[in-house]
């Protein structure tokens, strides 16, 4: 069974300063892994996708690496800014018997001081 | 604009009310989910369905209903709603029925369900 970690649980960095949000995963046997963000009560947004094939996925200030042999994944935000305060979440789909479920990461709740 | 959209975005009801709350995505994705979100336990999914007409249960699907008629469109009903299903609820749909590695997920804003 797949298990997603993500490490730190909450972070509070100072506005401008770089930083990197880890995710784990126990089964490297993945396709592709997507980086999303979630305001307090609000949906999904997704940030990145980074398919098995791919070491890095850029978007703006945003970086993901994917390394599938270790199981790991970081999403490195540059430049930090109050707007990116939100909870994030990695997720990896699963495909089983005619089903593609995701299993998501346990979240990583940022604050940027001002 | 590419989305998917549900209705209502928040929602108070009472015990054994019939609801049912909408999903509808403009990108002609094949494959669709619904996934509810609470503390501590993160994501499941409820139900999916793999295009028109194929539906089957995910982790969570007791208590609730889909049907999905129409492409663009994937309903989630609760038929007699009990305070156990409190919770947040997300529509997510993809482009391919089958697994592929260029293909993220586009998740709805959420419906907000309170049952009393």
């Known amino acids: 069974k797949q298990e997603v970690t993500q490490i730190p649980a909450a972070l509070s960095v100072p506005e ?36 098995s094939s791919q070491r890095e996925q850029t978007s703006g200030r945003l970086n993901a690496s994917l390394d599938k042999s270790s199981g790991r994944s970081t999403l490195y935000i540059a430049a930090s800014q109050p707007g990116d305060s939100a909870t994030y979440l990695c997720a990896v789909p699963k495909w089983d018997f005619g089903n593609e479920k995701l299993t998501f990461g346990t979240g990583t709740r940022l604050t940027i001081i001002p | 604009e590419a989305q998917v959209t ?31 979100q609470d503390p501590g336990l993160g994501l499941r999914q409820i139900y999916y369905s793999m295009n028109v007409e194929v539906t089957d249960k995910g982790d969570v699907p007791e208590g609730y209903k889909v049907s999905r008629k129409e492409k663009r469109n994937f309903p989630l009903i ?39």
């Not at chain 2, 929602?11 to 494959?31: D, R």
């Not at chain 2, 299903?85 to 697994?99: E, K, M, N, R, V």
């Open chain 1, 16 to 51: 401008g300063e770089n930083l990197v949000l880890n995710c784990s995963f126990t089964d490297s046997a993945i396709y592709n892994l997507q980086w999303f963000r979630q305001d307090p009560g609000k949906g999904l947004t997704s940030l990145l996708l980074i398919q």
């Open chain 2, 6 to 36: 549900q209705n209502p975005r928040y929602l108070i009801t009472v015990t054994g009310k019939k609801l049912t709350v909408t999903c509808s995505q403009n990108m002609n994705h094949e494959y669709m989910s619904w996934y509810r």
């Open chain 2, 78 to 116: 609760l038929e007699s709603p009990s305070p156990n299903q409190t919770s947040l609820y997300f529509c997510a749909s993809t482009p391919a029925g089958t697994p592929s590695p260029n293909y993220g997920y586009t998740f709805g804003s959420g419906t907000r369900l309170t049952v009393v």
